[in-house]
Structures are given as structure tokens and as C-alpha cells.
């Protein structure tokens, strides 16, 4: 199975502030990485598919990149409403894994 | 509009049995594959089970032997049998639909989720 390490847990930032937040897979999982936003009391959404797709209506501060085993999810220009925690997801074969998850704060 | 709602949550003692189900609406469960996850109080997200359209199921290794997906097409459904549950098994379980790339290629990723069911598992 693979297990994914991502970091940090937590961050404190501004808002305007460049945010990233790394995933490390434990083998290749090839592109198959998502990166998902959760706010409290609420159901996760999906940001980045395919390590640096955007999903539809998300907005385009938001962007992934990676391959293998690294990946990095970006938030620039950080607005009010991205504060919030957010994981990555490997779906290279099940059982799928996500991320710790990190929790964006503010600062 | 694409709706994913889950029911059948509650308190149940440890050891016994629960069934939850996910409705569809707007798409059918029957051509995608079809995830759970959980989340423990204060903990992250963990996934734990899929349901693909060819009808392959996929565990976690925390629930396998214990839970068990089906899919029903007339209602649009698909149920997570939950057996010999214990306390760590007290989340907020969601459904989740599986994305679709060009030409219909698995993301295996979740674009579509439910506001989930709560299931708290105490004697």
C-alpha cells in the first residue's frame, strides 16, 4: 500500500500571502494525485486532479504540479475564504490514501 | 443536478451491525465507480472503500471483512454494509462519485460528495 507524508500539518499565513503545501508518496504513483479543500462541518472539494489539473469553478490561484513521488499544491495570493485544511489523495491503486491533511491558519 | 445523499447513520453498540446508503441523483451509480470515506472526530480523511462500474470492490485494510459494498441500479444506490463495528469505527462517513477525465478515463480522484452520515459506534 502506499502512504503519503505531507507537510506541514499546519501553517499560519496572510491573506495575499504564497501558500504550498508538499505530498510525498512512499512509491510512484505515477500523475495520480488530488488535492482536495475541507472547511470545517463540511465535505471536502476537489481542487487539482491529475497532480495539476484544475478542477472546474476552482479558482486558478490554486495549482498543483508533481510527478512519481513529489507533489506540491500552491495557493497564491491567498484570499479570506482559502483558510481551511487540505489533503492530497493518491489514487494509483487502491487502497487509495490520503494526506495528513494540512490546516491553513490565519496569521 | 448531480446529488449524492447519505442516510442511515446513528449510535450502535459495539459489535452489531449498520447499513448505510448513498443515494444518486443527476448520474448513475451503475456507470461510475463509487468511494466511501471517513472521517474519526478531529482526524483527517480516510478512504475506505470503492465500488467500480465493472462491479470490483476495493477495501481498506481497516474495514475489510467487515464492510461490505453492493449497488442497487433501481435505486440508484450504494449501500456500505458496516459488521463487528467497533469504536473506531465512530466517523462521519461520506459517499463520494469518482471523476472522469477526456473520454471518460478514471481520475481516480472524487468530484462529487455527500454532506455524509455520522455514525458513532458506544455501548
Known amino acids: 500500500d502506499t502512504q503519503m507524508t505531507q507537510s506541514p500539518s499546519s501553517l499560519s499565513a496572510s491573506v495575499g500571502d504564497r501558500v504550498t503545501i508538499t505530498c510525498r508518496a512512499s512509491?510512484?504513483?505515477?500523475?495520480?494525485l488530488s488535492w482536495y479543500q475541507q472547511k470545517p462541518g463540511r465535505a471536502p472539494k476537489l481542487l487539482i486532479y491529475?497532480?495539476?489539473n484544475l478542477q472546474s469553478g476552482v479558482p486558478s490561484r490554486f495549482s498543483g504540479s508533481g510527478s512519481g513521488t513529489h507533489f506540491t499544491l500552491t495557493i497564491n495570493n491567498l484570499e479570506p475564504e482559502d483558510f481551511a485544511t487540505y489533503y492530497c489523495?493518491?489514487?494509483?491503486?487502491?487502497?487509495?490514501?490520503f494526506g495528513q491533511g494540512t490546516k491553513v491558519e490565519m496569521k | 443536478e448531480v446529488q449524492l445523499v447519505e442516510t442511515g447513520g446513528g449510535l450502535i453498540q459495539p459489535g452489531r451491525s449498520l447499513r448505510l446508503s448513498c443515494a444518486a441523483s443527476?448520474?448513475?451509480?451503475?456507470?461510475?465507480?463509487m468511494n466511501w470515506v471517513r472521517q474519526a472526530p478531529g482526524k483527517g480523511l480516510e478512504w475506505i472503500s470503492v465500488?467500480?462500474?465493472?462491479?470490483?470492490?476495493y477495501y481498506a485494510d481497516s474495514v475489510k471483512g467487515r464492510f461490505t459494498l453492493s449497488r442497487d441500479t433501481s435505486r440508484n444506490t450504494v449501500d456500505l454494509q458496516m459488521s463487528s463495528l467497533r469504536a473506531d469505527d465512530t466517523a462521519v462517513y461520506y459517499c463520494?462519485?469518482?471523476?472522469?477525465?477526456?473520454?471518460?478515463?478514471?481520475?481516480?480522484?472524487?468530484?462529487?460528495w455527500g454532506q455524509g452520515t455520522t455514525v458513532i459506534v458506544s455501548s
Open positions: 463520494a462519485k469518482g471523476a472522469y477525465g477526456h473520454g471518460r478515463s478514471p481520475l481516480y480522484a472524487m468530484d462529487v
Open positions: 443527476g448520474f448513475s451509480v451503475n456507470n461510475n465507480y
Open positions: 465500488f467500480y462500474s465493472g462491479g470490483n470492490t
Open positions: 512509491q510512484s504513483i505515477n500523475f495520480y
Open positions: 491529475a497532480a495539476s
Open positions: 489523495q493518491e489514487g494509483n491503486s487502491p487502497p487509495w490514501t
